[in-house]
Every structure is written in C-alpha cells, then in structure tokens.
C-alpha cells in the first residue's frame, strides 16, 4: 500500500480542500437529481408567479432549495426576466426567497450524524443495483447525494480540526471578530471565486465544529458569502435588458444594504445567536438563517421603495413584450367566420412586432441603445410565439366547414405569418452580426452608420407599406408598390460597393447585415404578391 507523507500544512489544506471539493460535487449532484426527482420545474413555477412579493418569495425559496444553488435561481430569474416574461415586481420576491432558500444547505450539514455516511453511500448506491426500477434508481442517486454531502462537510471537519492547535491560525481567523468587514472581504472573496454562497456558509460551519473560529468570525464570514453571491448575477445580467440589469442591481442592493446594516451589530447579534444552540456549528447555521430570513422580510416590506431606487440607479424606458397572443380565443372556433378575423388581427400585430424591431436596430447601429439588442432577441422570441400559436390556430379553422372564400383566407393568412416570420428572424440575424461586430472590435465611422441607417430606413419603410397591403388586400396598392422594389436593390448594391472598402473581417460581417436586411424587405415583397396572386 503506497503511503503518501505531506506536510502538516499541506495535510491541513488538502483536507479541509479535498472535503471541499467533495462538497462542490456532491451539492452539483443534489441539485441535478432533486430536479430529475421533482421535475425541471423552476422555469414553469417562476412563470406562473403573481404580482405579489410574497408569494414569489416563497416560490423562490423552494427553487433554490431545488437547485441547491441561489444563482440558478437568480440566473433563472434575470432569463426570464429578459424576454419579458416576468416584470421587476415579480422578480424582487424572487430575489427575497433565493436568500432564504441558500439557508437551507446549512442547516442540512449541521446534522450530527458521525460516520452515517458511509452506510447511506453503500445502501443508496448498491440497492438501485438490485432494484430494477427506474423511480427508485432516482431517489437513490438524490440520497447518494446526500451522503457525499455529509462525508464532504465530516472530511473538512476533520481537515481543519489541527488548526484550532494553532496559535497563529487562530488569532488569524479571531480578527474578523474584532474586524468584521475584513471577515465580510473574505466571504465575499471565497464566494465569488467557488460562485457559490452555500459552499462558503458549509465551510465556515466545519471550521465552527473543530473549533478553529469563534461565532462571531463565522458570522462575518457568513455575511460575506452573501455579498459575493451577487458577482456571478451581475456579471451575467451585462448586455441584457434593462429589467435584467436592473434585478441584478437590486440583488447587489438587497444583499449590500442588510449586510452593512449588520455590521455595527455583528457583536450582539453573535451573543444573541448563542442562546440557539448549545452547539456552535448550530449557531452559525442558525445565525445564517435569521438574517437571511429576517432580512428578506423587512425587504419585503419595502419592495416598492426599493423597486423605485432601482429605476433610480438604472434609468430608462423599459420595452413591455407580450409573448401571448391577444386576439385569438379557441371559443370563437365554432364561428370560423370571426375566428378569421381574430386571426387577420393577430397576424398584424405579429407584423407591427417585426417593425418595432426595425426601430431598435437603427437605435442599436447609431449606438445610442445598444442594451435594445437584448430586446431584439426577446422580441423575436415572442414573434416566434405568436407565429406558432397563430398557426395552431389557422390548422384548426381548417378543419372546419369553409366555403371557398374563407379557405383562400387561410392560406393566405398562413403564407403570410410565414413571412412575417422569416422577416423577423433575417432582422434578428442582422442584429446578431452587429453584436459580433462589437465583440470583435471593429468600428462603424460617422458615414457607415449614415448610410446603414438609410438602407434600415428603406428597408423598414417597404416593410412597412408591404405589410398595410397585406392587411387590405388592396391590388391597386400592391402593384403600385410592386414598382418600388427596385429601389431596395439599388441601395443593397450601394452598402455592397461601400463594403469593398473595408478590411476583409469587417466588410465580411458588413455584407451579412445588409444582405439580412434586404431579406427582411424581400419577405415584405412575398407580402405583396399574396395580394395580387390571390391564394
């Protein structure tokens, strides 16, 4: 048996690093297997959240529980919040409960259960082996999980028991007693490092149980987790929405204002905290737990003050995108006559959609907005929505009685979402190579934006008239606009003359904006010869 000599230290810190480690991927574990157990259901719960803080802080606790991770759910949160799913009122109880949720790991670890995870490892993980059934090989892995969890947090125990023999260490760690934002700084530092507030919070409580830091140590240290939660949220949130940044901000706020209201108090709230449990590993976790949860109550007492200082900070109008469709309503199936109509009026506004997006794209090449790309991208998630449920809809009037009439109009109407559709997607690719354009550094000049705007603005206005024939059925018009489509051609050839001026990199991506800009006017011609065909 080969036997491996390190050095006191080096025995010390592989393992209280080695357990940590163990810990990370144990936790990694718990929460893929709590959500194949449960269910992904994270997305569809936030999403039919009310309007009331509460009760999205009580949704956002147990996704967080689920996930075993307050980022997932804040990640989530800003996701959905960027694609106009949920609104800023929604997310701050989100934001609230995540903070409770992350209290719950700790508690977990506190279990005195000695040398128990050893036999919750070999029963979890050979039973499944002998039990041929899917449902039970799931709840297996979930409490294999478990018990790597509890042999992590025995390992790091274990790993830091000989620091609490070392004078040096010890009067290290008992500083954040007596300065207690420098205990703050290194929580926070850890956090943002492992990305996660949890594996801090277990750390510190192992550190507790050997007796290597004192309560009021573990209680600066704990609040510094906090605040570096907030790192990966605000990193993420960068180039999205407004809402989105502007719910990473409140978490920053959220996290920062109850972390530095504490701070002249971490002294009594510790000897507070001390009449818990008669353990100190205990107390951490129960010190963890009341200011999370008290301070998620008194924020939630203040969600409207709070949601204005964060429109405040991070001003702006903010884009309202409707993913669900207005006018179509399957009752009106039984009238096909009306169910037409309703479906003549979804697909307009379909269209008005792909032409609002036009105005976000010349705000976002004359860099005047360019958060608005993010917009983009939402908005043609919701067209791609609508286009879906407008079809649905189309398919099923079909299969009713239809005179001759109104069996034209259906495939009219569906060539024509069709269309509408695929000129959303071009403005989104156009979109996109601008993005690619900025990432990369390359620079439009005064006179490129000039004349991109100009082709925007021509492709945008035939779009536009393309989509009012559409609507009309008006023949006259549409030969009539018919005509002008030569003038689209010629402007596309003048950015194409204009791009052989630039660098290989930048006439490349140049060349993809105006060819999926023409695309866009193209599809709009499409609309045109539906009026004069007549299917």
């Given at each position: 048996?080969i036997n491996?000599?390190?050095?006191p230290?080096l025995?010390?810190?592989?393992g209280i ?5 163990i810990?990370?991927?144990a ?5 893929q297997?709590l959500?194949n157990?449960?269910g ?7 999403r039919?959240?009310?309007d009331?803080p ?13 996930t075993?991770?307050s980022s997932?759910?804040?990640l989530?949160l800003i ?10 009122n929604q ?12 209290t719950?790991t700790?508690q ?6 000695g040398?128990?995870?050893f036999?919750i490892?070999?029963?979890?993980f050979f ?9 039970f090989?799931s709840w297996g892995?979930l409490?294999?999980?478990f018990g790597?969890?509890f ?5 790091m125990?274990?790993?830091a028991?000989?620091?609490?023999q070392?004078d040096?260490?010890l009067?290290?760690?008992?500083k954040?007693?007596t ?6 700084l290194v929580g ?5 490092i492992?990305s996660?507030?949890?594996a801090?919070t277990?750390?510190v409580v ?9 309560l009021p ?8 987790a906090?605040?570096?939660t907030t790192v990966?949220?605000?990193?993420a949130?960068l ?6 940044k ?7 706020l959220i996290?920062i204002?109850?972390?530095g209201?504490?701070?002249?108090f ?13 353990h100190l590993?205990?107390q951490?976790a129960n010190s ?5 949860v008290?301070?998620?109550m ?11 200082i964060v429109?405040w900070l991070v001003?702006g109008e903010?884009v ?7 006018f179509?309503?399957e009752?009106f199936l ?6 037409l109509?309703?479906?003549e009026?979804e697909?307009?506004?379909?269209g ?5 997006n036009f105005?976000?794209?010349?705000k976002?090449?004359s860099?005047k907005e360019s ?11 919701c ?5 879906q449920?407008v079809?649905e809809y ?13 069996s034209?109009r259906?495939?009219r109407?569906?060539h024509g979402?069709t269309?509408?559709e695929?000129?959303?997607d071009h ?6 190579q601008?993005?690619?354009?900025r990432?990369k550094?390359?620079?439009l000049?005064?006179?490129d934006?000039?004349s991109l705007?100009v ?5 945008q206005?035939f ?5 009012q ?6 023949q006259?018009r549409?030969q009539n606009l018919?005509?002008?489509?030569n003038?689209i051609?010629?402007g596309?050839q ?6 052989k001026?630039f660098t290989?990199?930048?006439r490349?991506i140049?060349?993809?904006?105006v060819y999926?800009l023409e695309?866009?006017?193209h599809?709009?011609?499409?609309l045109v010869?539906?009026?004069i065909s007549g299917f």
């Open positions: 048996m491996f000599q390190f050095s230290l025995n010390i810190l592989v690093f080695g357990g940590l480690a810990f990370l991927f936790m990694q574990m718990l929460s297997n959500q157990v449960v992904d259901q994270a997305e569809k719960i936030l039919k959240l009310t009331r509460s009760s999205g802080m009580v949704v956002g606790t147990l996704i967080t529980f689920l075993q991770s997932i759910t804040v989530t996701g959905l919040v960027n694609v106009g799913v949920l609104n800023l997310g701050m109880g989100v934001l609230l409960g995540a903070g409770i949720g992350t719950i700790a977990l670890v506190t279990l005195e259960i040398k128990l995870y036999p490892l070999a029963v979890s039973l499944p082996l002998i039990i041929k059934n899917e449902k090989e892995k409490v294999f999980s790597l969890l042999m992590g947090m025995a390992l125990k274990e790993g028991r000989p620091i609490s070392s040096l260490t009067s290290f760690f008992e954040f007693a300065n207690p934002f420098l205990g703050i926070a530092g850890f956090t943002a492992t996660s507030s949890s801090t277990s750390l192992a550190l507790g149980a050997s007796g290597v830091i004192g140590s573990a209680v600066a240290l704990i609040m510094g906090n605040v570096g990966l949220e605000f990193i949130a180039g999205m929405s407004l809402t989105a502007r719910i990473a901000v409140a978490q920053a996290n204002i109850g972390v209201a504490m701070l002249p971490i002294k009594p709230f510790a000897d507070l905290m001390e009449l818990s449990s008669s590993a205990n951490i963890h737990t009341v200011f999370n008290g301070s998620s008194v924020f939630l007492l203040f969600v409207g003050v709070l949601v204005r429109k001003p903010v309202q995108l409707e993913r669900k469709v207005k179509i309503d009752g039984k009238m096909p006559s009306v169910a109509i309703n479906a009026k697909t307009g506004r379909m008005k959609m792909v032409s609002k105005d976000y794209f010349k976002i090449i860099n958060h608005l790309t993010e917009t983009v991208f939402a908005q043609e998630v067209i791609d929505d609508v286009y449920q079809a189309l398919t099923k009037i079909s299969s009713r009685e239809l005179n001759l009439e109104m034209e259906v495939t109407l569906m979402i269309d509408i695929r000129a959303g403005l989104n690719h156009a979109t996109e601008v993005s690619i354009m990432k550094r390359i620079k000049t005064k006179k934006i000039k705007v082709f925007v603005d021509q492709c206005m779009y536009r008239k393309s989509l024939t559409y609507l009309s059925g008006d006259e549409a018919l005509k002008t489509w003038k051609k010629l596309r003048r950015c194409a003359r204009q791009g001026t290989s990199k930048k490349k140049w060349l993809k904006i999926n695309r866009t006017a599809h709009g011609e499409n010869n539906i009026v």
